[in-house]
C-alpha cells in the first residue's frame, strides 16, 4: 500500500509521516471472499491484521466438529494470526497485514495503537470466558437472550420504541455466537418477534421490552 492509502486507516493516522515510511514495505493489503478462511492455529506466519472492509469471525473448532465463537471483527479491528484461533471472512473482506516484530515496534512508539490492540483482544478473552460459562450452564433461549443484552450494552442506542441494535449480523453468525444450529436460533428468533420481545430489520434488531429479555435471560438485575 502506498502512503496516501495508509493514511486513510483511522488506526494508523496517529503515525508521523516518517513511521508511515518505515511501515509501508512491510504492510501487506490482503482481499478474501465471503466464508474464505483467513488464518488457523497453526498458522505459520505471525502477523497483526487490522481489518479495513467487511465482517471477520474469529473462533475455536475441535475435532468433533464443534465451533466456538469469540468475536466478530468490524472495521477498524485488530488481531492476530498467532492466537491459537480461526479466522474466517463472513462477508468479503479486506484486511492489512504487518508482521508481528515490525508492529510491536510501531506499537512501543504509539500508545493508541497499543491500547486499541488491547482492547480487542481484552473483549476477546472475556468473550472466550462468558462463551464457556453460558455453553456449560445455559440454555440455548438463555444464550440468545443475554447475546441479545450485551449486544445492546456494547452498541445500542436507546430510542423512545426500544434499545436499537446494529448488529450487522445475519441469523446464521447469531446461531455461530451462542453455540447454536441456525434452524434453533431462526425458530426462538420467530417467537420472540410474535411475542413483542424483538422487532427485526435485516441484520439489526430492536429490543422494545429489555426487562423481558433479562427474565428470558435468568437475570434479575
Known sequence: ????EL????LLRALSEEQLEILQPVAQLREFKKHAGIFEPNNQDNYIMILLEGKVRIYLAYPDGKEFTIAFLEQGDIYSSHSGTFAEAREAAKILTVQTESFYLLMLNNPTILLNMVKVLGDSLGNTLRIIENLAFLDI????????LE?????????QEGTFVNLGLTVEDIALAVGSSRQTASMLLNRWERDGVIRRTRKSVLLPDMLKLQELAGKTE
Open 1 to 4: 500500500m502506498n502512503l496516501k
Open 7 to 10: 493514511k486513510k486507516v483511522p
Open 141 to 148: 433461549d438463555k444464550r440468545l437472550a443475554r447475546f441479545f
Open 151 to 159: 449486544a445492546a450494552k456494547d452498541k445500542g442506542i436507546v430510542r
